[in-house]
Nanobody
Framework: QVQLLESGGGLVPPGGSLRLSCAAS????????MAWYRQAPGKLRELVAA???????NYAASVRGRFSISKNNAENTGYLQMNSLKPEDTAVYYC???????????????WGQGTQVTVSS
């Protein structure tokens, strides 16, 4: 049973920073890709950032230059460093990962439970 556990959300003033963590546990051979999504009230869930095992990254235009995604392959943990936060970054942030339980298996998609990020003075 694979689980993703997010942490690090909270309330921060505009211009502040937060670091989200996503720890994967269970039967894991490798994590080829990990991503962060967010969903604000009344809006669709959107991709924020993604990273592959090789380190290739992709960012939404709205966060490029302010957010940084990283992954510790040895610890099966991903991170989202968020700087220069704006009120429009307020949302529930979800971790998503493609996880292989065995070497060379296709892998399955998993989601975390979400962590609230609120940017407000």
């Amino acid at each position: 049973q694979v689980q993703l556990l997010e942490s690090g959300g909270g309330l921060v003033p505009p211009g502040g920073s937060l670091r989200l963590s996503c720890a994967a546990s269970g039967r894991i051979s490798s994590i080829p890709a990990m991503a962060w999504y967010r969903q604000a009230p009344g809006k669709l869930r959107e991709l924020v950032a993604a990273i592959t095992t090789g380190g290739a990254t992709n960012y939404a235009a709205s966060v490029r230059g302010r957010f940084s995604i990283s992954k510790n392959n040895a610890e099966n943990t991903g991170y989202l460093q968020m700087n220069s936060l704006k009120p429009e970054d307020t949302a529930v942030y979800y971790c998503n990962a493609n996880i292989r339980s065995r070497p060379f298996s296709p892998g399955d998609d998993y989601w975390g439970q979400g962590t609230q990020v609120t940017v407000s003075s």
